[in-house]
């Protein structure tokens, strides 16, 4: 079983994922999870190897949102960005060969198409409770949090789009979008979980779609 | 309460919304039954005087899902889609006024967004699910179905986008959006109520957001 979890900034959609994660027994991969399983896996040598900072500037690339980099040097190593997103989604692709897997973001839903044990869920909140977890997360002015909030959207939507050819955030590109601000965290992943558990029953891997 | 339900065309979202109207004891209000409310209210007693054809023009206007009618007419009696748009909302809003209520479609959300006891509700499903529903429905063929899907949903978005200045199909312009395809109507009927039931416990009509 694999659980995808898009969500906005702020939304609480990262401590969803965690949660339901550990609720069915599923590893749990987000950005850093997968840059490591990258590295690990040794999908990223020849990228090492090429690039004298490669520490940083392989962290600064997996930060990355957007389809251009602002990184002239990128270009110079020999490696395109579509060689990046093609490392993060090997890595992708090796964790759910493993068994049962959470991922958040990096497109997930888009790199494991074809799999039919698969549910895509996004999380949104309503912006005041969005602005609130980002201050209490980075001790931000509220102002700040606006931008962050704006151009963290922006990103992710820029990000997804590109890669997955969907768009991000809208309905049409998930089985199921919750407000978490309706019923809280708790209870969101309590209601989330239900429709997984109504989806697959469990050691049903028969085709859904 | 006030239940939105917002509908991909082909994703079983107007039976489901009859459904919830029916499991919460909810009046039901599709678009056939709002213009129907709005005559009889009176609202419309100006427009239908001044209008010769106005039985088959009122139809047609609030089959409109376009800012810009093609009906030329329209606009010689007086009578601009602002107005109509103001005829459907009172309709809306006096509908709300006698109890809970299930409204499909019809910017509801918008119209009523100053409530605090209302859940906004997006139905989507897959694609071959939606040709299946339509050609049910009409006996079309599957090109036509096709055809009938992306012009219904450039439809609703525009007359959606246009009206509430939210995303129709966006994720961030609901509450709880769900793909009706993953789990069958009934049991989407099921997990939506699951929903509603936690989010608005009987009884209570605090300010949830």
């Known amino acids: 079983m694999i659980i995808n979890v898009g969500r906005q900034l702020g939304s609480g959609g990262r401590t969803i994922a965690a949660r339901l994660a550990e609720r069915f027994g599923c590893r749990f991969y987000d950005r850093e999870l997968l840059n490591l399983a990258a590295k ?3 999908f990223c040598e020849e990228f090492f190897e090429r690039n004298d900072e490669s520490k940083n500037f392989f962290k600064s690339v997996f930060h990355l949102h957007v389809p251009h980099m602002s990184d002239g040097s990128f270009y110079n190593n020999g490696l395109s960005q579509e060689s990046l997103f093609k490392f993060q989604s090997d890595a992708i692709r090796k964790a759910a060969e493993t068994g049962a897997c959470v991922f958040v973001g990096r497109c997930a839903d888009y790199v494991l198409r074809d799999r039919d044990d698969m549910i895509n869920i996004f999380i949104t909140a309503n ?4 602005i609130k977890r980002i201050r209490e997360r980075s001790g931000c002015e509220e102002a700040e949090a606006h931008k962050r909030i704006s151009k963290g959207d922006s990103e992710r939507a820029s990000y ?13 590109s998930y089985d199921l ?3 978490s601000s309706i019923l809280g965290i708790d209870a969101t992943v309590d209601y989330i979980a239900g429709f997984i558990e109504r989806a697959m029953p469990a050691g049903d891997n028969t085709e859904r779609k």
């Open 40 to 42: 690990e896996s040794g």
């Open 127 to 130: 912006e005041d409770d969005r």
């Open 177 to 179: 979008c919750v407000n």
């Open 160 to 172: 997804y789009n590109y890669y997955t050819g969907k768009k991000w955030g809208h309905s049409e």
